[in-house]
């Protein structure tokens, strides 16, 4: 008889709403082997919207997919938000009472109150459960509404639910070895399992088939992947390629801003008072942004100082592309492995003249750029690439279990 594991993720994103995905990736390996149950909201998170049942095709997923309702909201960082999760933490709190219990669950972290209500549970019932941080909160929260002291004790609250999630997990896994660490402040004696978010190798290879993208031989392109938002400064990359072109005469460069966010309209309009020859895309289909990115000469990871993130989703993209990266990013990790591997530069966060130094380095060396770009798909096949770094998670799953 299969093992019965329960996969709780609030952040959970089916095929239609978003095409690689952590936790589907985990569902889709982990069915082949256990009796597995995804639990997850009624509200998409991305779209901002309830989920259409009947559109999502349940029936021909290869396990069992649960629905919890939540009520959603507009904002991310908002009290209506707050409240968003707390409903549905009670609900699914709610809907484990009435279930046979499973031999192991793992839960997401964000949300919080999912993991609070979801590791009580656990704890309650004698069943192993593994935690696995996405991302830090309150900390991404305060840097958001970082006023001294006062953003202390507004979310204190909060802080105190995340080192109570932490010190009831079996095992903390996270997307980063910070990360883990982080966790392990709270619980010293738990299993510590470091899984990147990663790429799928074989998703790439599908998305990308058959298509193709043309760039003009005359053209050097330089690449962003991501969010248009406050925590990347697209300003500074831009800010950058202007001086290129006045101070070196460079003018040959095309800035391909993949993504949206509330920030692009600004963006765009930065962009053509710079004189930068920037093509926002909008959100690209994923086989598409792969394409692009693999043609792109630099990837650029600009994100501001005092962000919290550590091994994100776009690096992997870029590590999978091969293409090599101009960085920014302040994660001691991300650095390391950047440095360690030859597979792009670090630069000063905020530093417009290093990011362009940078950028003109990889202008001006063609055997630099290609280089990097072997040592990149070299990393992405050693730390990024989920069909080789994903089965750890079948491998802890089991060791809870016999330990049990």
Known sequence: MKKKVLLVANYWHFESEKASSRYRSFADMLCEKYDLEVVTSTFCHLKKSQRRVEELGLDTLPYKTTLCYEKGYKKNISLKGISSYKQFGK????????????????????????????????????IPVIVDIQDLWPEAF????????????????????????????????????????????????????????????????????GKRVVK??????????????????????????????????IDNIVFYVMGDGVLKNEYEEYGISKGVNCVFTGLLEYGEMMCTLKECDVAVNPIVGKSVSSIINKVSD??????????????????RLLEENQAGINVENGNVDMVAEAICKLYNDNSLRQSMRQNSLAMFEKYFDR???????????ERLTENK
């Open 318 to 335: 870029y590590a999978a592309a091969g293409t090599p990266v101009v960085n920014t990013q302040n994660s001691e990790e991300y650095r």
């Open 216 to 249: 003009p031989e005359n053209e050097f392109w330089v690449g962003y992947v991501g969010a248009l938002g406050h925590s990347y400064d697209i300003k500074l990359v831009i800010d950058a390629l202007s001086n290129l072109k006045k101070d070196k005469n």
């Open 142 to 209: 305060k840097m958001a509404l970082d006023i001294p002291v006062v953003s202390d004790i507004l979310f204190y609250p909060m802080k105190k639910q995340a080192e109570r999630i932490y010190s009831r997990a079996d095992t903390i896994m996270a997307v980063s070895d910070t990360y883990v660490a982080f966790g392990k402040k709270s619980n010293e004696d738990c299993h510590g399992l470091s899984i990147y978010i990663g790429t799928d190798s074989l998703l790439v290879e599908e998305k990308v088939a």
């Open 91 to 126: 609900n699914v709190q709610k809907y484990l009472s009435t279930q046979e219990k499973p031999d192991v669950i793992i839960v997401s972290v964000p949300s919080l109150s999912v993991a609070d209500y979801t590791t009580k549970y656990a704890r309650e019932n004698n």
């Open 387 to 397: 069909q080789k770094t994903y089965p750890k998670l079948i491998e802890e799953i």
